[in-house]
Nanobody, 124 residues
Framework: QVQLVESGGGLVQAGGSLRLSCAAS????????MGWFRQAPGKEREFVAG????????RYADSVKGRFTISRDNAKNTVSLQMNSLKPEDTAIYYC?????????????????WGQGTQVTVSS
């Protein structure tokens, strides 16, 4: 089991940038796929970005491609999400997640450990 703690959320104007970080504890971080999901009020939790255990494979939701970048540092047990050109529709609680599947999935079923979430609010 991996314990996850997110940080870096906040309030930003449209067009601005934020960088989310997720600190992980547990011996399996280096072999876990990692992902970022988000959930807006009244909506289901949705996949944002994911990265394989080695960092060689990444996947993004169409809505964030070209604007968001996921990365990881296995030496520091961290995963980050750089968010640029933010839009009001990016407003949500963002969750870091870890999974033990052999391939990188883009559904919540592929991730078994979750952080508490961090609020991102983008004003127009």
């Amino acid at each position: 089991q991996v314990q996850l703690v997110e940080s870096g959320g906040g309030l930003v104007q449209a067009g601005g940038s934020l960088r989310l970080s997720c600190a992980a504890s547990g011996r399996t971080f280096g072999s876990s796929v990692m992902g970022w999901f988000r959930q807006a009020p009244g909506k289901e939790r949705e996949f944002v970005a994911g990265i394989s255990w080695s960092g060689s494979t990444t996947r993004y939701a169409d809505s964030v491609k070209g604007r968001f970048t996921i990365s990881r540092d296995n030496a520091k047990n961290t995963v980050s999400l750089q968010m640029n050109s933010l839009k009001p529709e990016d407003t949500a609680i963002y969750y870091c997640a870890a999974g033990r599947t052999p391939v990188l999935l883009s559904t919540t079923a592929g991730f078994g450990s979750w952080g508490q979430g961090t609020q991102v609010t983008v004003s127009s």
